[in-house]
C-alpha cells in the first residue's frame, strides 16, 4: 500500500544524553535514519526529513528540511513538517525509534476517521512522535508555540484527539517494539541486543 499521506521523520533533537547526533548511530552496521527512510518508502510516496543539519543528509528524492522556528523541541519539528507538507493527514515518527512496524502504521493510518491526532498511549504515557497529525493542527501549534508550550500533549485538548491502546498495538507489535527509542548509550545496547535476538 502506498498512501497519499507524507511521512515526516523528525531528526532536529540535539541528542545532549546519548552524545553525538543520533540519527546517524547504526544498529547492525545501518544508520537509523536509513533505517527509517527505507521502512517508510514501503508506504509513502513523499517523506520529509526535519533536521537543523541539512547537508549531512543525502537521500534522492526526500525533502529535507530545517526547522521554522528553532529551538522549539519535537512540537516545532511537528510544525515545520506540517507546513512544508503538501498532504493533509501526516505520519510523524522519530529518528530514534529503530524497530517501527509497518503494519501498526498502516493500522493507525486505516482508521484515522475524522481524528486530526492519533497516537499511542500505554498505562496512561502519550507516544507523541509515533502517529498521525493533520494539517488542522498547525493553528494550535502556532498559538503553542508563541506561548513557548512545547510539550506535544498541551495540543490535544485543542483538536480531535484518538488514542491507539495497547490491545490495539500488540496485534500487530506485542512487544511494543515501534515505541523504543534511543536515548542512551544504554539504550543502544540493548536496541543491538533486541536486533539480535528478532
Known amino acids: 500500500m502506498i498512501a497519499k499521506m507524507t511521512a515526516v521523520i523528525l531528526a532536529g533533537g540535539k541528542s545532549s544524553r546519548f552524545g553525538s547526533d543520533k540519527a546517524f548511530i547504526k544498529i547492525n552496521?545501518?544508520?537509523?535514519?536509513?533505517?527509517?527512510?527505507?521502512?517508510?518508502?514501503?508506504?509513502?510516496?513523499?517523506?520529509?526529513?526535519?533536521?537543523?543539519?541539512?547537508?549531512?543528509?543525502?537521500?534522492?528524492?526526500?525533502?529535507?528540511?530545517?526547522?521554522?522556528?528553532?529551538?522549539?523541541?519535537?512540537?516545532?519539528?511537528?510544525?515545520?513538517?506540517?507546513?512544508?507538507?503538501?498532504?493533509?493527514?501526516?505520519?510523524?515518527?522519530?529518528c530514534d525509534m529503530p524497530f517501527i512496524s509497518r503494519s501498526l502504521i498502516r493500522y493507525i493510518m486505516k482508521n484515522k476517521n475524522s481524528y486530526d491526532i492519533i497516537i499511542p498511549k500505554i498505562d496512561r504515557k502519550y507516544h507523541p512522535l509515533f502517529g498521525l497529525y493533520s494539517k488542522n493542527c498547525i493553528p494550535v501549534i502556532e498559538k503553542a508555540l508563541k506561548r513557548n508550550r512545547l510539550k506535544v500533549s498541551a495540543i490535544f485538548p485543542k483538536v480531535k484527539t484518538g488514542f491507539i491502546l495497547r490491545k490495539e498495538i500488540e496485534r500487530f507489535d506485542k512487544p511494543l517494539l515501534s515505541l523504543k527509542n534511543i536515548n542512551t548509550r544504554d539504550d543502544l545496547v540493548t536496541c543491538q541486543i533486541t536486533y539480535l535476538q528478532r
Request: glycine share 10%; charged share 20%.
Open 29 to 94: 552496521g545501518m544508520p537509523l535514519i536509513e533505517r527509517q527512510v527505507n521502512a517508510l518508502r514501503n508506504i509513502f510516496t513523499k517523506i520529509i526529513i526535519v533536521t537543523n543539519r541539512p547537508k549531512k543528509y543525502g537521500f534522492k528524492n526526500i525533502k529535507i528540511i530545517q526547522d521554522i522556528i528553532k529551538n522549539r523541541g519535537p512540537l516545532g519539528g511537528i510544525y515545520s513538517g506540517l507546513m512544508e507538507s503538501d498532504s493533509f493527514y501526516n505520519f510523524v515518527v522519530a
